[in-house]
């Protein structure tokens, strides 16, 4: 009812829809009393768990199959249907098996030429897990890769708002093991410090995860701890929508 | 609140996680206080509208790719995601260009061999369409055919819970013209009478994107007035999991 009232203070066209018709009672570009910008593009970059099977030769704005079957498409398909206002528009640029170097060397095309206001990035689960196997980088390159690329991002784009979310690994999933411990950790703390000095949104999808395993077991969220089933892509765009709703 | 106060008279394990993760508030399987079964099998039916690019090697429970990226894959990741502890399967068997008749060839393997405990039929636009060209039958036959198939479906699962989504069309997009009216509302007419009938629960499509239209125009919604967007699949998902809700 909140978003009902604040909405009715902005006013504004579309009311007797928005009352007939209960489930666009937040068919608006309103948030929680604040209103959400109009045409904002906004960029959803990262690896495998971006990407999604997404189709990529469809590098459209909102194009459905170019968006995957992730939390990216989750994401658009609910902002787009909740905020038909906005004018919302949507890329999905992630790549599976991507770590932080490989976003740098495609980051001309894959994002400043896109000019996005909104870049979210989760990325740092392959910058440690490939480095089991014969990737040579380490937490502290994850860190200094991370910063140059939001430094380069800043100087070409000095006023795009920064999503950042937690790279997460699930214990009990198929891919973990103690392999990733105590290491893995060190780079969620880079990406947090991180997501501070950026003043970034940050995703705590570490604790998204955690918690819902009391719920329901890693089977059900995260077969192999790092790709999150539907039923988790649906908590991490949860978590990513509030992230967003902040940024206004 | 009102679920979670509901929730806590039922009780159950995952207290402690629903009351630390917001978004997990109705992560339970109650629904507006009211249980949903455990282990529903729950089959999606149609044409192109619920197949939606489905990669139909792809059949088991609960597949990601195979669900298709339309309404069918936003209600599967919405109760996935909101409902874990329902442990509910979804199938989806829609495939493009299907009429009433072509659901009945394929009957047995792809609807009563999964035994469904719930059943949602969205069929009717291609047997209008297809009429305006080479298809020979009626809204008579339409509806025959869909009261044959519902009593054959009846027969054979006798307690199966019934969704019948409305046939719809949305003026003003690309493939809608005045060759379907008045006829194609005649179809609309029989599904709303068939759903009575058979006492199931109906979803009203055409109202849901007729009240969308003052919202944003019918492009945004179902760019050719039959196939919708990712908006309007998130409208037809609202719908759906409201009618779904009313089931139980």
Redesign the interface.
Known sequence: MKNRRDFLKIGG??L???A??P??AN??NVVKGKKIPEDLTILLQGDSITDA?RDKSKLGI?D??G?G?GYA??I???M???Q??ANLQFYNRGISGNKVFQLADRWDEDCLSLKPDVLSILIGVNDFWHSLKDYKGTAQVYDADFRKLLDRTLKALPNVKLIIGEPFAIKGGKAINEKWYPDFPEYQKYAAAIAKDYKAEYVPFQK?FD??????PVS??CPDGVHP???G???M???WV?AFNRLF
Chains 1, 2 share one sequence.
């Open positions: 066209a579309g007797a829809a928005v007939s018709t489930f666009l068919a608006t099977g909102n459905t199959a968006l079957r498409f989750q658009v398909t609910n787009l249907g909740s038909p206002k998204v918690d819902a395993l009391n719920v329901a059900y969220w089933s539907m039923a892509g649906y908590l765009k949860e978590a509030k």
